[in-house]
């Protein structure tokens, strides 16, 4: 490396003006780095929903679920397949695993769907996934809602999916408008005309045809056969039969209006109880800011010339809002990281210019890690910036400064210095980076939700290692060399810290062996009895700075009554101050994008700045008043309170809606539902345990009307003129479209009102025979009421019924594991199984991984230490950095209060390498003293002087660069903060027992002869 530092020096000039010009490079392409909030952990999942209106759940499955999980069975990657069927939808999810890209798992179901058949023209249809929603807005105007919802449908909706990104934008709320013909049953009798007659005729009067083109003289003419209805007039126009050589109309035995699609849900904004609502949802590989950017300028460009005057978009959630909060505190977490390391190192060395110098190289060596994932197409996000800690960056071009002002007292500031430091440590550093991405190997070996959350910013904090590594040896020593002629004396602080140390020194230094090794055994059983008792968590929850709601009322409510329960919640919600803004939804929408019924309830409740609050002193406490108010006016009601983004990606881990689950499988729909109520009552009692429900999959009410086949033949009718009476009398029948332009409108049969609405009437409603006469449909059908299934959920091809439940304690290992005791004792009856997912399971399959990653480090770790130092005494030595980095670790989070999560992992792995390398500095120092002559014990005692300041500093300004990220609060801060914990107290603890058990140990370090 001399040839090397010979050549920068030589050139310096050139090296600071080309780091400068890097730096501006790097500074161009963060234009087109994209930025998310938080990463996304869901695998690649594909959800089909199928309309199959009328039909109930069992006939859902029957008829459409199963043959299409048969159909989708087999499918590379394919990992999970979960499925819901319920009244008139079903609703599939293909898991996959997260080495398939998304592009092929959704093409690989796309082949599978086009093989399948399915009845009655059913048609599966591949729906985004809700984990790419990133806005939600409402039309408002002067218009009506059914106005509103088909500008929504055929304006908004179409535009906004040619913005950037998006995939989707789903639709909810307001009135879907049809045109209505509305038979009178009397007039049916009157002219002898069947309900299928009436259906049959309005689907043949709706039609257009081509015919072959034809010449006329010298011109070319194309025939159209037009036919197509175009409004009411011919609708009431349209031919249904012939009496008495008189055609009857429409408009002769019923009445053509325009009306709406039975609701299947409403919306709410906070004082407007009924809104139209548009959920915009991007791609899964979309960039979320130039996407963001690209929906906004659709948005104005619709609210300033293409919507009506009095019709304007208003968004109420927006991602982008997030991300920008987001922006801001990595912005000031970094800018203050960055003043605390340039203090940690002017406090230790005493000199501005090298302190500025020093602490220059972390926002430098960050540009440029951010620039090259700009250039490799990457994402960042709040944790893979606020996660990275700057004092760590720092440590390399510290380390070699530090070296170079102790090399200025002997050889003078310049040339021979910078070569002396560049011999003696430049190889360490250079070397440190393979070290610490060694340590990263069970970080890179995490699987699934983990390895989405953590990689990126591991693969940031390697980028900016690398490039401070590639400054430190080109703009640093260039930098060095020009400007700076340090000072050659300590500061008053570093002389006594140094005094205090050569005190101490001089006892530790001279421990006998059976000292230091029942020191180390302590520490370790010290180390391993913290960790035990800390609790195990998966990952910190983010707050979203929102909180999101469900409530489910009881299985047989009705949508109207949801509806009215949902405004009196809506005003609850109000009522506290700290609430900006509440968005309620009951029901599911009309395109069956959520899989739920009428007794559903949510609510997206947007939070005002913490900095305003005033009675609640976070959002727990919030949470918790909201939970009390809300089941004191509802008690017998199922209440969720999650976040807005975690509940759809609680959905997607566990397959149904809910942070952990208990799923007992098995064929008896009762008895599923016997055993669910077992294992609720006996969650409801472990501590720590909150909103346990069951899904229930038993008690929605069935009005059934059976046909009798055997009467049905006697008065010549068949099957579908009956089933055409009931569809057309209790929910309205499909004849045909009506085209307006580029929309579409159903044209719906129905009979008046009263007679669906009275269920002593359906009985009498008439059945019109093939000679004329008529007949009541109780003569030709059993009509009764029953109780059946309302929801039938399936996981790889079996039944289960979900239990859902929230661990609200910070241990959710330990808090499962005693639910898991009390459960354990429900008897399962032959061919019934249990299965527990959710955080928990994702947590035990991370662990699981990480102790062979985990090993696999550490051999491949001891194997590299082993190689440097051709010794098995030394690499030991060495080693000996994991158990300090261990014990300081744990300690750090058991005063911090923090329990032992993957995010704590993930920072006990980047504070090895550090913890190494300082050894390693030491023990070089140490073999230096010994081939000059010196006795272990002395050569001991000068390399911990020697390198006494290198350590507490590299120590300290690690600490130092994540303490703004330990301290901070709000919106993200959580997945981090165990990490920051784990870097900040663990450095120091490890750096102290560095400095105090080292030198000790050094005496038994192999020395070979140059």
Known sequence: MRRWTNFIIDNALLFLILGVVVFALCTLFLKNLNIEAFPDPSPPVIEIVTIYPGRSAEEVERQITVPLEISLAGMRGLHRINSISLYGLSDIKCTFSYDIPYIQARQEVINRLSTVVLP????????????????????VGSRDL??????????????????EGVEDVSSYGGFIKAYVVEVKPENLIKYKISLSDVIQAITNANVNVGGRAIDFGSQYFLIRGVGLIRDLKDIENVVVAYRNNTPVLIKDIGQVRIDNIPRTGIVGLNRNDDAVMGIVILRRDAKSIPSIRSIKEKIEELNSHILPKDVKVFPFYQRGKLIDTVIHKVSEIAFVGIILVLISIFVFIGDIRVAFLVALTVPMSLVIALGVMALRGESANFLSIAAIDFGIIADIPLLFVENYLRNTREYSAGRRSLLQSTQEVGWLLVLSVLLVGICFIPVFLMEGAEKRIFAPMVRTYLYAIGASIAITFTFLIAALALFVKPKSDETH??????????????????LKGRWIAMYLIGLCLVSFLILKNLGLEFIPKMDEGNIYMRIIFPYSISLSQTYQNAKEVRDILLSFPEIKTVEFQVGRPEDGTDPTGPFNSEYFIDLKPYSEWKRFKDKVDLEEAIREKVRKLFPNADVNISQYIQDNLDEVMTGVKGENAVKIFGDNLYKLDKLADEVEEKLKKVEGIEDVGVFREIGQPNLVIEADRERLAAYGLSVEQLMDTVSAALGGKEATQVIEGDKRFSLLVILPEDLRQNPSKIGDIPIILPNGSYVSLSSVAKVYFTTGASFIYRENYKRYIPIKFSVVSKDLAGTVKKAQEKVKHVKLPEGYFMEWSGQFKSLVEALRRFVFSGVLALFILSAFLYILNRSVRNTLIAMSGVLFSLFGGAVSLFVANFPLSLSAIVGFVSILGLSILNISFMMTAYKEQVLNGLSPVESAKRAAKEKFRAVLLSCFTASMGLLPTTLSKGVGSQIQKPLAVVVVGGMLISGGLILLVVPSLLRYTHVEER
């Open 146 to 163: 059914m106005e509103l919802r088909t500008l929504q449908d055929w304006v908004v909706a179409r535009y906004l999916k040619t913005a």
């Open 120 to 139: 009655d023209n059913a048609s599966p249809q591949i729906i985004p996934n809700p984990m790419g929603e990133v806005m939600r807005y409402v039309l």
């Open 493 to 510: 602080l570093v002389k006594l810290l140094e005094r205090l140390y050569d005190k101490v020194i001089e006892k530790l230094v001279k």
